[in-house]
């Protein structure tokens, strides 16, 4: 791996793999997208449901997680973290799976995976793969170095007019910036890294960077993603806020039993998720 990728990670948070999959890795992925969308699990939700900006996302399907766990083995992502990391093991976490379709799907709120998923270090990394080719346009969008940053609270995604109404509101993480009335403010107020990418292609990202998908429309009516995570030898678990009869509540909602039995600090493991290398 040439020293510009690792050092783009590093200090970006985000960076572009060229030709990452070939084309019989890339069809695995796209069979396991379709299933997923097929075959949704508990977890499954629709963005600004009941309005014309609705998308699909998935987390972390039950169902899927065996054909997941062998899917991954068979794809270059244990050895290609952990040398963007520098770490001697990597394992992998769970899919997420993004729906937009017919050219109505809104921009996705900006946000930080970290603020609903007990996660902290620098060994965490999401695998983006989405099976059209992108103009930076349409592509996913990163603020650069913001995985060194502020630990913002969530979105709650369910409020079209208000993309940063938190998701916790106890005033122990700051509120979301503003992204895009920033930028609409003053086009340099944040510095946007996307990337045009092809089939193939593969955007790594911090889980802990600012970002966010952008709409499609008539130029980019469907966009089919599917994310795979993945965290190495410094990952450690980090509880998330602790509200009282919050759904999210220190663990958040996935692997939650497993979670259960790990404290702040703790190397983040559990024999659930398959090592790679």
């Not at 699990?41 to 399907?61: I, K, R």
């Not at 993004?98 to 995976?113: E, M, N, T, V, Y």
């Not at 993480?173 to 890294?193: G, N, W």
Request: one cysteine or more; aromatic letters at 10%.
């Amino acid at each position: 791996m040439d020293k510009s990728v690792r050092e783009a990670f590093r200090n970006d948070g985000a960076t572009l793999i060229k030709g990452c999959l070939d084309e019989a890795q890339l069809d695995k992925c796209r069979e396991a997208f379709d299933w997923a969308v097929a075959n949704p699990s508990p977890h499954a939700a629709q963005l600004f449901d009941g309005t014309e900006q609705q998308s699909l996302v998935d987390n972390a399907n039950p169902l899927a997680k065996d054909r997941l766990d062998d899917l991954v083995s068979s794809l270059p992502f244990g050895r290609l973290f952990a040398e963007l990391w520098g770490s001697k093991h990597v394992w992998y976490f769970a899919e997420e799976v993004f729906l937009k379709a017919g050219g109505k799907g809104a921009r996705s709120a900006w946000h930080q995976d970290t603020a609903y998923l007990p996660w902290a270090g620098q060994h965490w990394g999401n695998a983006w793969i989405t099976f059209q080719p992108l103009t930076k346009q349409y592509s996913l969008e990163v603020v650069r170095g913001s995985h060194q940053g502020a630990q913002y609270d969530g979105t709650t995604f369910a409020n079209p007019d208000d993309p940063t109404e938190p998701l916790f509101g106890d005033g122990s993480l700051p509120r979301l910036p503003d992204v895009e009335v920033e930028r609409a403010l003053d086009p340099d107020a944040h510095d946007v890294a996307s990337w045009a990418t092809e089939p193939g292609d593969v955007v790594v990202i911090h889980p802990r960077s600012l970002h966010s998908g952008p709409a499609v429309d008539a130029g980019c009516p469907d966009r089919h993603t599917l994310v795979l995570r993945f965290f190495g030898d410094d990952a450690v678990f980090r509880s998330l806020p602790d509200v009282e009869g919050h759904p999210f509540a220190r663990n958040g909602v996935l692997f939650v039993e497993e979670m259960a039995k790990l404290n702040p600090g703790d190397p983040f493991r559990s024999p659930l998720f398959r090592k790679l290398v």
